[in-house]
């Protein structure tokens, strides 16, 4: 029998795949692409909202990342047999102006600036179901980073 706490375990399930090194777009990782458009667009912090379709304004890492996360909200859903009705809003939120206390936490970990990325699903009763990973990443470079070869056609 379906129960709504399941969702707390899909937005743990999102969370982990969005601030993953998998989560490419164009082959480079897309924390890292989502931070330079943050920083020339003067914002601390980017929301994806899952349940809404995108605005024509939206850039194409936009699109895709919602698009993508929007089709595994639906996966996950129909995998736990959870009717899409329950669902009234998800969102993916990364912030960059992290609260440093947990800095020390991921010192240790790669380079760049904290980061802290929040899932968040509401239901259809107003319960939120959410998930907090930290990070770090630097801005997208070409330069510095190395493009995945995942998706690439074979030659």
Known sequence: MARRSELKGIAIAINGSFVSRNNDFNGYWSIGQIKSFALD??????????TLPMTNSASNLQNHTVNRYAKMLKSL?????LPSLWVSTAVITIDFDANTGHAKLYEDTTSGDLFQCTCKITDDIDRDYSSIMYGRCLPHSVVR???????????
């Not at 667009?41 to 899952?50: C, D």
Request: without cysteine.
């Open 145 to 155: 980073e190395l493009k995945s070869t995942r998706n690439s056609p074979s030659v």
């Open 41 to 50: 667009n003067g914002l601390t912090s980017v929301t994806f909202p899952l």
């Open 77 to 81: 859903l129909n995998k736990q047999k």
